[in-house]
């Protein structure tokens, strides 16, 4: 009575081993109305159930990342939210400003009969002036980024296109269905991940913003703001990136391709396709925080040199 119970209880939740499309289909469990029958395949329903259960797993974890991916795909969070420390920075910066323009004087001072010297004032001048109005209006500038990228992140895609990433397909191998799902998982979670880093990183970007911008229009550090304008548009404009690709993936996956005439090859194909965007976010951010690497590498070269001059001097 109790195998008979226990081999009742796995073929129970052997049929709770489907999720959004995807299934398993047992073989080992059959044949449960039949107490002998049940009691030779027992071993057999008990392996296939476990294997089962990870393979469920696997289901529920991809679908959750898609889901939760497409949530971030199409959202920002909110830069009033972070007002406060935005002025503190500003705040900062007027000073460091303060300092330039007194700065600025001296020189004129003391290249005011030297033709070169008042133009290159007059240049610093230009571009302190077109600095306060790109500063003051900063805020907006880089909500406006947020904005545009968002108008062409839901032009490309939309959350109604899930549907087309949660393919149907039935797994009759749990090792194949264990090693095809645990490779796609891999994949999608680094997708998410590189999206919930992007998300947390726009309040960081927003309070760099300014910064970049005061940076840009001092000739002396105009290198600096090239870097990290460039790094903020990359990181900004990502998930415009994904969703351009997502619709060439939806173009791709809708029509009537013989290669993925199979509905587990389509499967495979549309979750291994979703999956690769997490590879091409983690090269645009290579691409974003390698030029700022690089540039603090040669500031330290530089610096380093410098001293290592002076001492050998000594």
């Known amino acids: 009575m109790n195998y008979s119970a226990l081999a009742l209880f796995f073929f129970f939740l052997s049929g709770l081993v489907h999720a959004d499309g995807l299934e398993f289909d047992f073989s080992g469990c059959s044949g449960s109305d039949d107490l002998l029958n049940t009691l030779t395949n027992l071993p057999g329903c008990i392996v296939e159930t476990f294997f089962a259960f990870i393979v469920s797993g696997l289901i529920a974890a991809i679908q959750g990342f898609i889901e939760a991916s497409f949530q971030f795909l199409f959202s920002s969070p909110n830069p009033m939210l972070f007002c406060e420390p935005y002025n ?49 209006f900063s805020f907006h500038l880089f909500q406006v980024m947020l904005d545009f990228n968002t108008y062409l992140s839901t032009s490309f895609a939309s959350e109604s296109m899930i549907d087309i990433f949660t393919p149907s397909a039935s797994f009759t191998s749990a090792i194949f269905a264990l090693l095809m799902l645990f ?61 351009l690709i997502l619709l060439g993936l939806a173009a791709l996956f809708n029509t009537a391709d013989p290669n993925l005439a199979s509905p587990l090859v389509k499967a495979f194909a549309i979750l291994f396709g979703f999956g690769a965007l997490g590879f091409i976010n983690v090269l645009l951010f290579l691409k974003a925080f390698m030029s700022v690497a690089t540039k603090s590498k040669v500031l330290t070269g530089v610096i380093g040199f410098a001293i290592f001059s002076k001492v050998l001097k000594r």
Request: aromatic share 12%; with cysteine.
């Open 183 to 243: 490779l796609i998982a891999i994949q999608l979670v680094l997708t998410y991940i590189t999206l919930l880093l992007r998300y947390i990183l726009i309040p960081f970007l927003l309070l760099l913003f300014p910064i970049a911008i005061f940076l840009y229009f001092i000739p002396l550090t105009q290198s600096w703001g090239k870097t990290f304008l460039k790094m903020i548009a990359i990181i900004v404009f990502m998930t415009s990136l994904d969703a």
């Open 88 to 136: 503190a920075i500003l705040v900062v910066l007027e000073s460091l400003f303060s300092i330039v323009l007194m700065g600025l004087a001296l020189m004129f001072i003391m290249r005011s009969n030297d033709v070169e010297g008042r133009l290159a004032a007059k240049k610093w001048l230009e571009n302190l002036c077109v600095m306060i109005i790109f500063l003051s």
